[in-house]
């Protein structure tokens, strides 16, 4: 049994198919990769499984339980936290009292009352943050917002954690040790679900990889098994990185994995909606 089941979910917005009978897994102890172009409809299976779309149809088990109908706060009761794409914390509060927050709601949930500061600060510094821990956390950094958002996650001690784009405002080294504490989390049994753009993270972390392409999983396997599969490739815009003009388009330093053809991050150029991220 895995820790999250997806079975066969469809989300449809009016006209547009977000997801299209979708159905993956995500095991404990273990990193799975979510990938795939801009729309391909990740974040909507994130909201789904997280309880913030209910899916048109098909539904989600999580550790072999039905959740399709369960709300948000009870799926994070039994385990699941996940990070957004737009920042979540308190910006008025600094680093530290976001996570002391975070560890105080869930200590609360669990009738545990003893104070909190010495797992607040391994914690901090855990994920990286320590040195921001007095910053509001308007201030700092976008990198380290989103390990904040990380931070606050693991202040539940989740069974699943449900990563999206975790990696982007991080620089090479912040990547490299976010990548570290993502094996750390899942060698002591988390089962990690990331969305992710930096293909060389996803290639260097990730057991396993889903493949989405309008809505629909078109791959699924190993980082090595999906960089080479011709639909992968095809979905990630024909691997030219050649504009019509014959110049080539930079895909950003994070984009590309080490071996032709290079995956990069596509536009997505019809049937659906083109999708413009939310900038962070
Ligand atoms: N709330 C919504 N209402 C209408 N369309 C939506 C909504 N959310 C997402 N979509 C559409 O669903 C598709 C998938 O979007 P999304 O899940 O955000 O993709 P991704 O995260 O892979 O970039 C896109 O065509 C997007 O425009
Ligand atoms: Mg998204």
């Known amino acids: 049994m895995s820790l999250l089941e997806v079975d066969d979910v469809v989300v449809q917005f009016g006209g547009v198919t977000a997801v299209n009978h979708a ?10 990769g979510l990938i795939g ?3 391909a409809g990740k974040t909507t299976c994130f909201n789904v499984i997280s309880g913030l779309q209910r899916p048109t149809k098909g539904a989600v088990r999580f550790n072999g339980k039905s959740v399709t109908r369960t709300p948000v706060h009870r799926r994070s009761r039994m385990g699941m936290a996940r990070t ?3 920042l979540e914390a308190f910006g008025s509060l600094t680093v530290r009292e976001n996570v002391r927050v975070a560890l105080d709601i869930h200590r609360g949930l669990k009738g545990i009352v003893k104070p909190s500061g010495s797992d607040l ?5 855990r994920v990286g943050i320590a040195a921001y821990a007095d910053d509001r956390a308007d201030a700092i950094p976008t990198g380290t917002a989103r390990l904040l958002e990380v931070a606050r996650c693991l202040a539940g001690a989740p069974r699943l954690l449900l990563l999206d784009e975790p ?3 991080l620089d090479e080294s912040e990547t490299d040790d976010f990548g570290d504490l993502l094996k750390d ?3 002591e049994g988390m089962g990690i679900l990331m969305v992710e753009h930096d293909m060389d993270l996803v290639m260097a972390v990730c057991d396993t990889i889903r493949v989405l392409d309008f809505g629909e999983v078109i791959a699924i396997g190993d980082p090595s098994m999906v960089r080479s599969d011709p639909k992968v490739q095809k979905a990630y815009l024909g691997y030219s990185d050649l504009d019509e003009s014959g110049e080539h388009v930079d895909a950003g330093p994070d984009v590309h994995v080490d071996e032709t053809p290079t995956l ?10 083109t999708v413009k991220e939310p900038s962070a």
């Open 167 to 169: 990696s982007s405002g």
């Open 37 to 39: 172009p801009n729309g």
């Open 185 to 187: 989390l899942a060698a």
């Open 23 to 32: 159905s993956f897994e995500a095991e404990a102890g273990r990193i799975t």
């Open 121 to 125: 600060d391994s914690l901090l510094e």
């Open 84 to 86: 957004f794409q737009r």
């Open 264 to 273: 990069v991050t596509p536009v997505v150029t019809g049937g659906g909606a």
